[in-house]
């Protein structure tokens, strides 16, 4: 209950992102407006040096979720993700999570961190693209779920309770073409 209790009160409360270097479009909501568009493609290089693209898994669901190792909020959720990746995986779902650490963390640390939280999906490192592709994402943990047809099914920013993330999913896998 008191876990409960926790996640619901950090949803209110966002964890602000590094300062971008350039100031975006100013809007009430601080999630980006990309719900309904293409997902940016992108090609990140993941924690073995692998290259990995959004375009990897075209025809899939693909939760790309921006976190770090310095957000508690994205710590709690990631988990979650885990076990919602394995519950969905014969639907095709896959995550992608995209490190925002800056260049003093190593990929030595941020990978310390996927592991304690139990991922095992794909970590990908930053490039000084990928957030601005995706409106900036001043905020973490932010999330965008994209549909099998490449387009934008949900976003959010902050952490949602394990509810809504699964709830975000499920209408992510009963989305989008193909």
């Not at 971008?20 to 940016?40: E, F, N």
């Not at 995209?98 to 304690?116: C, L, P, Q, R, W």
Request: with cysteine; proline share 5%; net charge negative.
């Amino acid at each position: 209950m008191l876990a409960e209790q926790k996640a619901e009160a950090d949803h209110i409360v966002l964890q602000k992102a590094a300062p971008a270097g350039d100031a975006s479009t100013s809007t009430d909501s601080p999630v980006p407006a990309l719900r309904g568009k293409a997902a940016p493609a992108f090609t990140l290089v993941n924690l073995e040096g692998k290259k990995v693209s959004l375009a990897d898994y075209k025809g899939k669901p693909v939760l790309v979720n921006f976190w770090a190792t310095w957000c508690a909020p994205c710590k709690l959720e990631m988990p979650w993700f885990e076990e919602f990746r394995t519950k969905y995986a014969a639907q095709g779902f896959e995550i992608l999570g995209v490190s925002m650490d800056d260049e003093t963390v190593g990929k030595d640390e941020i990978g310390k961190v996927a592991k304690k939280a139990g991922v095992t999906y794909p970590i990908l490192l930053q490039d000084d693209k990928i957030g601005k592709q995706y409106g900036g994402v001043d905020y973490l943990p932010m999330s965008f779920y994209v549909g099998k047809d490449g387009v934008v099914v949900e976003e959010t920013a902050g952490l949602a309770d394990k509810d809504q993330v699964e709830a975000h999913i499920k209408r992510l896998l009963a989305a989008g073409g193909q």
